[in-house]
């Protein structure tokens, strides 16, 4: 179990936590997006629980010219209508469009952590856990002294116990039921 109060924030991944990965492409469009199982359901007592939720995603699409931040920003529209609808919430979205893994935006470097501690200076980044399914999300919230969750949905053959990893859950259903 982890125990929080409203004072943590929680930091999400999108494609492979909240949404399926496609595998060697993008969601390009409303209809390419499919919720991960379980995470309508996890929202509402996330919500209920962590005091700001926000979402980091890297979206190199953009960089490729696959797909406008109109785009972008019309397919996160939607989504959040949904999770809202459910009672959910995410309180910002922060997506990095660039190629560059120099990029300081984009995970795992720290600007979208810290663009988030600009916008809501409250957040405290050591009570704060970051879920991703990747060891560039863990290595994000770990430079930042985030508590780490990883997903293993598209790389479950990655040993846990881990270094980067506090904790390792089938999906955000179960991170929603070990959070106290
Ligand atoms: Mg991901």
Not at 8 to 37: H, P
Request: proline share 6%; hydrophobic share 40%.
């Amino acid at each position: 179990m982890i125990q929080i109060d409203a004072s943590w924030t929680l930091f999400l991944d999108r494609d492979g936590v909240i949404n399926n990965e496609i595998k060697d492409g993008y969601v390009l469009s409303w209809d390419m997006f499919r919720f991960e199982e379980g995470v309508l359901a996890a929202l509402p007592p996330l919500a209920d629980k962590f005091g700001r939720i926000v979402m980091v995603t890297n979206q190199r699409c953009i960089g490729k010219g696959l797909l406008t931040e109109q785009g972008l920003h019309d397919i996160h529209a939607k989504m959040l209508a949904v999770i809202t609808d459910q009672g959910g919430r995410i309180d910002k979205i922060y997506y990095c469009p660039d190629l560059d893994n120099d990029s300081p935006c984009r995970k795992p470097n720290e600007g979208m952590a810290l663009q988030a501690k600009a916008d809501f200076p409250d957040i405290d980044f050591s009570r704060s856990i970051m879920v991703g399914n990747t060891l560039s999300d863990m290595k994000f919230g770990k430079d930042k002294g985030m508590t780490t969750v990883f997903i293993p949905s598209t790389k479950p053959e990655l040993a846990f116990p881990h270094p980067l990893m506090d904790y390792r859950c089938k999906g955000l259903l179960e991170f929603s039921e070990i959070i106290q």
